[in-house]
Protein backbone atom coordinates (compact mmCIF):
# COMPACT_ATOMS: atom_id res chain seq x y z
CA UNK A 1 0.00 0.00 0.00
CA UNK A 2 1.35 3.90 -0.75
CA UNK A 3 2.17 4.67 2.99
CA UNK A 4 4.35 1.89 2.90
CA UNK A 5 6.35 2.92 -0.51
CA UNK A 6 8.32 6.15 -1.32
CA UNK A 7 4.86 8.21 -2.23
CA UNK A 8 5.38 11.70 -2.75
CA UNK A 9 1.74 12.72 -2.90
CA UNK A 10 -1.40 11.11 -3.51
CA UNK A 11 -5.06 12.52 -4.17
CA UNK A 12 -8.59 11.63 -5.28
CA UNK A 13 -9.45 13.78 -8.13
CA UNK A 14 -12.08 15.48 -7.53
CA UNK A 15 -14.70 15.60 -4.68
CA UNK A 16 -16.66 18.88 -6.91
CA UNK A 17 -20.63 17.92 -7.48
CA UNK A 18 -20.14 19.65 -10.62
CA UNK A 19 -17.61 17.44 -12.21
CA UNK A 20 -16.02 14.21 -12.49
CA UNK A 21 -16.60 13.28 -8.97
CA UNK A 22 -16.96 10.08 -7.96
CA UNK A 23 -17.84 10.62 -4.13
CA UNK A 24 -21.02 12.46 -4.83
CA UNK A 25 -24.00 11.61 -7.81
CA UNK A 26 -23.48 14.67 -10.10
CA UNK A 27 -27.56 15.30 -10.39
CA UNK A 28 -28.80 14.81 -6.69
CA UNK A 29 -25.57 15.07 -4.72
CA UNK A 30 -26.08 12.51 -2.58
CA UNK A 31 -22.93 10.41 -1.34
CA UNK A 32 -21.81 7.66 -3.93
CA UNK A 33 -20.14 4.61 -2.68
CA UNK A 34 -16.47 5.65 -3.38
CA UNK A 35 -17.64 7.76 -0.47
CA UNK A 36 -18.23 5.46 2.16
CA UNK A 37 -14.89 3.85 1.62
CA UNK A 38 -13.12 7.12 2.77
CA UNK A 39 -15.35 6.85 5.12
CA UNK A 40 -14.18 3.53 5.99
CA UNK A 41 -10.52 4.27 5.71
CA UNK A 42 -11.03 7.26 7.96
CA UNK A 43 -12.04 4.66 10.96
CA UNK A 44 -8.86 3.25 10.54
CA UNK A 45 -6.92 6.46 10.34
CA UNK A 46 -8.29 7.64 13.86
CA UNK A 47 -6.76 4.50 15.28
CA UNK A 48 -3.35 6.00 14.59
CA UNK A 49 -1.12 3.47 14.47
CA UNK A 50 -0.59 1.20 11.19
CA UNK A 51 -0.07 -2.19 12.32
CA UNK A 52 0.63 -5.29 10.04
CA UNK A 53 -2.58 -7.18 8.40
CA UNK A 54 -0.72 -10.60 8.57
CA UNK A 55 -1.87 -13.69 6.99
CA UNK A 56 -3.62 -12.02 4.00
CA UNK A 57 -2.29 -13.65 0.40
CA UNK A 58 -1.96 -10.34 -1.27
CA UNK A 59 -1.82 -10.71 -5.40
CA UNK A 60 -5.33 -12.51 -4.97
CA UNK A 61 -7.83 -10.06 -5.76
CA UNK A 62 -8.19 -8.70 -2.63
CA UNK A 63 -6.54 -6.46 -0.19
CA UNK A 64 -6.56 -5.47 3.63
CA UNK A 65 -4.88 -2.41 5.65
CA UNK A 66 -5.30 -2.19 9.53
CA UNK A 67 -4.54 -0.22 12.80
CA UNK A 68 -4.72 -0.29 16.13
CA UNK A 69 -4.02 1.81 19.48
CA UNK A 70 -3.74 0.49 22.73
CA UNK A 71 -8.02 0.47 23.18
CA UNK A 72 -8.98 -1.47 19.72
CA UNK A 73 -7.65 -2.38 16.24
CA UNK A 74 -9.59 -2.46 12.86
CA UNK A 75 -8.89 -4.32 9.43
CA UNK A 76 -10.35 -2.89 6.02
CA UNK A 77 -10.55 -5.60 3.68
CA UNK A 78 -11.61 -3.92 -0.27
CA UNK A 79 -12.00 -7.44 -2.41
CA UNK A 80 -12.91 -6.24 -5.96
CA UNK A 81 -11.45 -8.87 -8.16
CA UNK A 82 -11.69 -12.24 -6.31
CA UNK A 83 -14.68 -14.44 -6.31
CA UNK A 84 -16.19 -14.86 -2.36
CA UNK A 85 -13.53 -15.14 -0.35
CA UNK A 86 -13.66 -16.99 3.60
CA UNK A 87 -10.31 -15.10 5.53
CA UNK A 88 -9.54 -16.55 8.94
CA UNK A 89 -8.21 -13.58 11.20
CA UNK A 90 -6.78 -13.69 14.61
CA UNK A 91 -7.25 -10.44 16.30
CA UNK A 92 -6.82 -12.55 19.76
CA UNK A 93 -4.00 -9.84 20.88
CA UNK A 94 -6.34 -6.68 20.58
CA UNK A 95 -9.39 -8.11 21.84
CA UNK A 96 -12.30 -10.32 21.39
CA UNK A 97 -15.76 -8.10 20.80
CA UNK A 98 -16.33 -7.66 16.89
CA UNK A 99 -18.61 -5.13 14.34
CA UNK A 100 -18.52 -5.41 10.84
CA UNK A 101 -19.59 -2.44 8.98
CA UNK A 102 -20.03 -3.14 5.05
CA UNK A 103 -20.03 -1.44 2.13
CA UNK A 104 -21.79 -3.06 -0.82
CA UNK A 105 -24.87 -2.95 -3.01
CA UNK A 106 -26.90 -2.84 -0.24
CA UNK A 107 -24.76 -1.57 2.33
CA UNK A 108 -22.87 2.13 2.67
CA UNK A 109 -20.28 1.22 5.49
CA UNK A 110 -23.09 0.34 8.23
CA UNK A 111 -23.16 -2.04 10.90
CA UNK A 112 -23.76 -5.86 9.72
CA UNK A 113 -22.49 -8.05 12.40
CA UNK A 114 -21.76 -7.70 15.93
CA UNK A 115 -20.34 -10.72 17.87
CA UNK A 116 -17.58 -11.61 20.61
CA UNK A 117 -15.05 -14.14 20.33
CA UNK A 118 -13.79 -17.00 23.00
CA UNK A 119 -10.51 -16.55 21.48
CA UNK A 120 -10.24 -13.42 19.36
CA UNK A 121 -10.21 -15.61 16.49
CA UNK A 122 -13.00 -15.53 13.92
CA UNK A 123 -13.81 -15.66 9.87
CA UNK A 124 -15.35 -13.68 7.58
CA UNK A 125 -16.91 -14.17 3.99
CA UNK A 126 -15.45 -11.15 2.16
CA UNK A 127 -17.72 -10.82 -0.97
CA UNK A 128 -17.26 -10.01 -4.64
CA UNK A 129 -17.42 -6.23 -5.12
CA UNK A 130 -17.62 -5.19 -1.16
CA UNK A 131 -15.64 -3.65 0.96
CA UNK A 132 -15.63 -3.92 5.04
CA UNK A 133 -13.97 -2.73 8.23
CA UNK A 134 -13.80 -4.62 11.24
CA UNK A 135 -13.44 -2.57 14.67
CA UNK A 136 -12.06 -5.55 17.56
CA UNK A 137 -12.02 -4.28 21.13
Known amino acids: TMQNE ?7 YDAEVEH ?28 GTQIEAEGFEFGKGYY ?12 MISN ?9 ID ?4 GKSVDIYLLDDTYNMEIVYSFGTEDGKFKVEAKKNSVMVIKIR
Open 6 to 12: GVDGAMY
Open 64 to 75: AVAAANDKEAAI
Open 80 to 88: FNAEDTEIE
Open 20 to 47: FCGLYTVITEKKAKPYYAFLGFNALKQL
Open 91 to 94: ASRY
